[in-house]
């Protein structure tokens, strides 16, 4: 793998020189886009709008607009508005693990010592496995500042950004309604199907079928065969009635 930020995790006055690598890959299939006509490439080109010109690419620089012209920001500039968050993940204090709402992750990134062997990268992460802590901290990366926990996972300390609390939407913007009344029987009978429902996460025996069943659509379509088409199977439901579908998926489960 190659890294992709060089810096250092420090926590009180403990400096950890490490590497960053990305933790995640995508598993979606790499389509082109072509021109229905003859299926030549589409090329995106960086085009001057006064000029109509291409642009190289070492000739693009980064603008924000202020009042009637813009301000060029070169990466100096990136670097000085927040130096040590440039070149550090300051951990700010520690948090229970479970205390981070999902909905506010983002992308995970695997954190490796600069060198084998060290002892302040062993420490924090048997802390954190010890203590079920996570560390909270803020770094940049790639000129955006980002709030991130750092915690364990087996042999390895991850560092996954998380989102800021202004980047969560309120939910006062959805049309939720009146507050829906649920009978003691209902809820018990949705508790007994959670409950059957309920086994150990095992995330490896997960896998995109989407896009392996797409694959094999295109390669039906290369060998000139038409593909397959499953056709949805709507759910059964015999009754309106919560209870009865509760009750008819608890048998479901039953029999498989």
């Known amino acids: 793998m190659r890294s992709i930020w060089k810096g250092s995790i420090g926590f009180g006055l403990v400096s ?7 933790a995640v890959q995508t598993s979606s299939l790499d389509l082109d886009m072509l021109d229905s006509r003859d ?31 813009y301000v060029i920001i070169e990466d100096a500039d990136f670097e000085a508005a927040a130096p040590e968050k440039s ?3 300051e951990i700010e204090n520690f948090v229970d693990m479970d205390a981070v709402n999902p909905m506010y992750y983002e992308t995970s990134y695997y954190i490796e010592p600069e060198t084998k062997n060290n002892k ?15 560390g909270l901290a803020r770094f940049v990366l790639r000129s955006t500042e980002s709030l991130c926990i ?5 042999k390895v300390l991850v560092v996954t950004r998380i989102r800021f609390a202004q980047q969560i939407r309120p939910q006062d ?10 009978s003691k029987k209902e809820l018990d009978m949705g508790l007994a199907l959670i409950n059957q429902y309920t086994e150990p996460l095992e995330l490896s025996k997960y896998k995109d079928e989407y896009h392996a069943e797409l694959l094999k659509i295109i390669e039906a379509k290369a060998k000139g065969k038409r593909p397959t088409i499953k056709k949805m199977k709507p759910k059964a439901t015999k009754s309106d009635d919560l209870y009865d579908q509760l009750m008819s998926s608890l048998k479901v489960k039953k029999g498989a």
């Open 87 to 89: 070149k550090v993940i």
């Open 120 to 134: 302040a990268y062993a420490l924090l992460l048997e802390a954190l496995k010890k203590s079920d802590k996570a």
């Open 39 to 69: 299926h030549a490439h589409i090329k995106f080109q960086r085009v001057n709008e006064n000029t109509k010109k291409e642009v190289p690419y070492d000739k693009i620089v980064k603008g924000y607009k202020y009042e009637d012209d």
């Open 173 to 182: 913007e959805l049309n939720l309604g009146d507050k829906v009344e649920v």
């Open 150 to 154: 750092v915690y364990p996972v087996e």
């Open 16 to 22: 950890i020189p490490v590497k960053m690598y990305s």
